[in-house]
């Protein structure tokens, strides 16, 4: 059994993972690229520019992950997160208070799914979420 990734080496790791996961969440029929990147916004471990009708994604996920409370999860389970978006996109197109609290709500439960997924995979606590996950 492979260990779990907190950090990539490189992208050919992170696409061998992501096929796991892809064929998991029945996104076989998507085109999805990677890439990892310092050029995307601070405090964001990852980014999925997706485009639901189309069925294509860009995920990108940052290469240098500061150490600090925003980035408590493994990149693996970034990687999660950002393939759910595939699956349930979260866009709102006005700036409206209700709309910009129902996006944190609904993207806080994609952060639980995929913490859900990466813990089942590896039968692992919660611990792996304070710095303690696996190279």
């Known amino acids: 059994m492979r260990k779990p990734i907190n950090k990539f080496k490189d992208l050919t790791q992170l696409r061998e993972c992501a096929k796991y996961y892809i064929e998991l969440l029945g996104l076989q ?61 979260i866009k709102f197109k006005n700036d409206y208070y209700e709309s910009e609290m129902v996006a944190d709500v609904q993207h806080q439960l994609l952060d639980d799914m995929a913490r859900a997924i990466y813990k089942a995979r590896y039968n692992l606590t919660n611990e792996c979420f304070r710095g303690n996950g696996e190279e």
């Open 29 to 89: 029929d998507w085109v999805i690229q990677f890439r990892i990147s310092n050029d995307i916004e601070k405090n964001c471990a990852g980014y999925n520019d997706s485009v639901f009708e189309n069925k294509s994604s860009l995920i990108t996920l940052t290469k240098d992950i500061p150490e600090n409370k925003f980035f408590n999860s493994p990149q693996e389970c970034t990687l999660i997160h950002e393939l759910l978006h595939c699956k349930y996109p």
